[in-house]
């Protein structure tokens, strides 16, 4: 099993990115798909997350209204679309399958990670 996060990069305030979550060795489709985050020095913290068919999705307080989380399940892939973004949102982001819940320690398969810097 592998999910490979994507699409990490160095921003300004107010900016965009995507990331993407490709998922492999696994019948990705029926399966719920998080994205979290950790900052240096701080715990790993829920993003968002998406049920397997799509049609539930769930946000941090801190993320609604500028990050959309989306799947494409044709490609293995889950998407968050980061709109608005502060330094606040600096940190690893991960994608984890395996449940819709906040918990981190409810997913049962991690990604590497990729980086997101935003700078003011």
């Known amino acids: 099993v592998q999910l490979q996060a994507s699409g990490g990069g160095s921003v300004q305030a107010g900016e965009s990115l995507r990331l993407s979550c490709t998922g492999s060795?696994?019948?990705?489709?029926?399966?719920?798909v998080g994205w979290f985050r950790q900052a240096p020095g701080k715990e790993r913290e829920f993003v968002a997350s998406?049920?397997?068919?799509?049609?539930?999705?769930y946000y941090a307080d801190s993320v609604k209204g500028r990050f959309t989380i989306s799947r494409d399940n044709a490609k293995n892939t889950v998407y968050v679309q980061m709109n608005s973004l502060k330094p606040e949102d600096t940190a690893v982001y991960y994608c984890a399958a395996g449940s819709t819940n906040p918990n981190p320690s409810r997913s049962r398969y991690w990604g590497q990670g990729t980086q997101v810097t935003v700078s003011s």
């Open positions: 998406i049920s397997s068919s799509g049609i539930s999705t």
């Open positions: 060795g696994l019948p990705f489709n029926a399966y719920a």
